[in-house]
């Protein structure tokens, strides 16, 4: 079965530090996973996506993603945090079984303190 | 704002009710996905439509019915109601010929049964 561990439930980065986001993936085949960040009271946004390419994904609001295969991981990274990044931060990955649905981690809470 | 509406936004109810959620798609769009957000259980999907058919289903309990209009708006249908079943619950949708690559979530409409 597919599935996707995001091992933290927090995350805390001072503003203008790099932050990292962890997500781990278990998949039969080639993986198709997600970002998608959640503010308050709000529905959750698509951030990026990897299906094939370069390892290095670029998404919305200077967010990027790194592939990485041999570690089944999929982190996403910023190179300067934004107090306004702070928001819940969910990894996703596509049902291999059945195509029309993600499976999203338990989501990462990303705080950014000025 | 994602062009995905959703009503009511809050919806408060007894045990042993039915209530019945809608979601209006952004305008094109042909697929609508519910998903259940809850502390226990995360993000879980519920179930899928495409023009009118269901196309995939997931975690839905038997309680729980959906449909697809000709406009392409969606009802989630809840009944017998319990306690667990308070949650929020989100509609998406997705642009044609791009699966779910990419959704765009509704602000969701969070239930709580007492």
């Known amino acids: 079965a597919q599935s996707v561990a995001q091992p933290e439930d927090q995350v805390n980065v001072a503003e203008g530090n790099p932050l990292t986001v962890k997500c781990t993936y278990s998949?039969?085949?080639?993986?198709?996973l997600f970002w998608y960040v959640q503010y308050p009271n709000r529905g959750l946004q698509f951030l990026l996506k990897?299906?094939?390419?370069?390892?290095l994904v670029k998404g919305s609001y200077g967010f990027e993603a790194e592939f990485n295969k041999s570690q089944t991981s999929f982190h996403l990274k910023k190179p300067s945090a934004l107090v306004s990044d702070s928001a819940l931060y969910f990894c996703?990955?596509?049902?291999?079984?059945?195509?029309?649905?993600?499976?999203f981690g338990s989501g990462t809470r990303l705080l950014v303190r000025p | 704002d994602s062009g995905v509406t959703q009503t009511p936004k809050h919806l408060i109810t007894a045990t042993g009710q039915r209530v019945t959620l809608r979601c209006s798609p952004r305008?094109?769009?042909?697929?609508v996905y519910w998903y259940q957000q809850s502390l226990d259980q995360g993000l879980q999907f519920l179930i899928q439509?495409?023009?009118?058919?269901?196309?995939a289903k997931g975690n839905i309990l038997e309680r729980f019915s959906a449909q697809q209009f000709p406009d392409l708006h969606s009802e989630l249908n809840l009944s017998s109601l319990e306690l667990g079943d308070s949650a929020l619950y989100f509609c998406?949708?997705?642009?044609?010929?791009?699966?779910?690559?990419?959704?765009?979530f509704g602000s969701g409409t969070q239930l709580s049964v007492l």
């Open positions: 998406a949708s997705s642009p044609p010929g791009t699966g779910n690559e990419k959704l765009f």
């Open positions: 998949v039969s085949g080639n993986p198709y």
């Open positions: 990897y299906i094939t390419g370069d390892n």
């Open positions: 996703a990955v596509r049902d291999m079984d059945s195509s029309y649905k993600l499976i």
């Open positions: 305008s094109g769009d042909l697929s």
């Open positions: 439509y495409y023009n009118g058919e269901e196309r």
